[in-house]
C-alpha cells in the first residue's frame, strides 16, 4: 500500500518569492508520482507527473518537482510565485501496477502581495 | 486536453432523499472512472472504482447501499446518494482513467457540492 505524505498543512509566501511545497511517499512498490492544484470550488488540475526517466520535472505554471528515490520525496518549487497561485495542492502516488491515486492531505499556499 | 463534465455542479435537497450527480468525459473514452469525497479543507478519499458494464468497486467503509454507482456506458458514470442526511454533505469529485497498463492519468471532473438540510 502507499501513503503520501504533505509536511506542511499551510504556506503563506509573499508574491515573487520562491515557495517549496514538501511531499514524502511511502510505497514498496515502484511509483508514479503526481502533483495537482485545486482552486475553491472546483476539481483537480494535473500540475505535473513523474513516471520514469528524468527525476526533474517540469509541469504548467512554471512549477517543477524533483523525484528523491532515497528520500522518498517528491518537492513541488516554482522560483517566483504569483497572486494567481493560491490554491491547495495535492501530492498524489499510484503503485506501479494499481489504478489507484492515493492523495496526501494538501497544502494551502496563500500568496500575498 | 481530456475534459471530465459533473452535473449538478451544486445541490441543495432535503434530508431522506436521493441525489443522482453525473460524471462524463466529453472527449474521450473513459476504461475506468473513479469517485471521490472531499470534506471541507481535507483531502480527496476514495469512494469507489466503476468499470463499464461491471459492478463497482467500492473501498472499505463505503456503504455500497448508500452510494449507488452505474456505469452504463464509457463516458458516463453516476454517482446515486440514496436516502441523504447532513451528514452526507459533502463535495463529491469524479475522474476518469485514460488508457491501461501500468500508467495512471485520470482526469477530474469540477465536483459537486452537495448540500442535505
Known amino acids: 500500500a502507499q501513503s503520501v505524505t504533505q509536511l506542511d498543512s499551510q504556506v503563506p509566501v509573499f508574491e515573487e518569492a520562491p515557495v517549496e511545497l514538501r511531499c514524502n511517499y511511502s510505497?514498496?512498490?515502484?511509483?508514479?508520482l503526481f502533483w495537482y492544484v485545486q482552486y475553491p470550488n472546483q476539481g483537480l488540475q494535473l500540475l505535473l507527473k513523474y513516471l520514469s526517466g528524468s527525476t526533474l520535472v517540469k509541469g504548467i505554471n512554471g512549477f517543477e518537482a524533483e523525484f528523491n528515490k532515497s528520500q522518498t520525496s517528491f518537492h513541488l518549487r516554482k522560483p517566483s510565485v504569483h497572486i494567481s497561485d493560491t490554491a491547495e495542492y495535492f501530492c498524489?502516488?499510484?503503485?506501479?501496477?494499481?489504478?489507484?491515486?492515493?492523495f496526501g492531505k494538501g497544502t494551502k499556499l496563500t500568496v500575498n502581495p | 486536453g481530456a475534459v471530465v463534465s459533473q452535473h449538478p455542479s451544486r445541490v441543495i435537497c432535503k434530508s431522506g432523499t436521493s441525489v443522482k450527480i453525473e460524471c462524463r468525459s466529453l472527449d474521450f473514452q473513459a476504461t475506468t472512472m473513479f469517485w471521490y469525497r472531499q470534506f471541507p479543507k481535507q483531502s480527496l478519499m476514495l469512494m469507489a472504482t466503476?468499470?463499464?458494464?461491471?459492478?463497482?468497486?467500492?473501498e472499505q467503509g463505503v456503504e455500497k447501499d448508500k452510494f449507488l454507482i452505474n456505469h452504463a456506458s464509457l463516458t458516463l458514470s453516476t454517482l446515486t446518494v440514496t436516502s441523504a442526511h447532513p451528514e452526507d454533505s459533502s463535495f463529491y469529485i469524479c475522474?476518469?482513467?485514460?488508457?491501461?497498463?501500468?500508467?495512471?492519468?485520470?482526469?477530474f471532473g469540477p465536483g459537486t457540492r452537495l448540500t442535505v438540510l
Open positions: 475522474s476518469a482513467r485514460v488508457g491501461t497498463g501500468n500508467y495512471n492519468e485520470q482526469f
Open positions: 466503476s468499470n463499464e458494464g461491471s459492478k463497482a468497486t467500492y
Open positions: 498524489a502516488v499510484s503503485g506501479s501496477g494499481s489504478e489507484k491515486l492515493v
Open positions: 510505497s514498496s512498490v515502484s511509483v508514479y
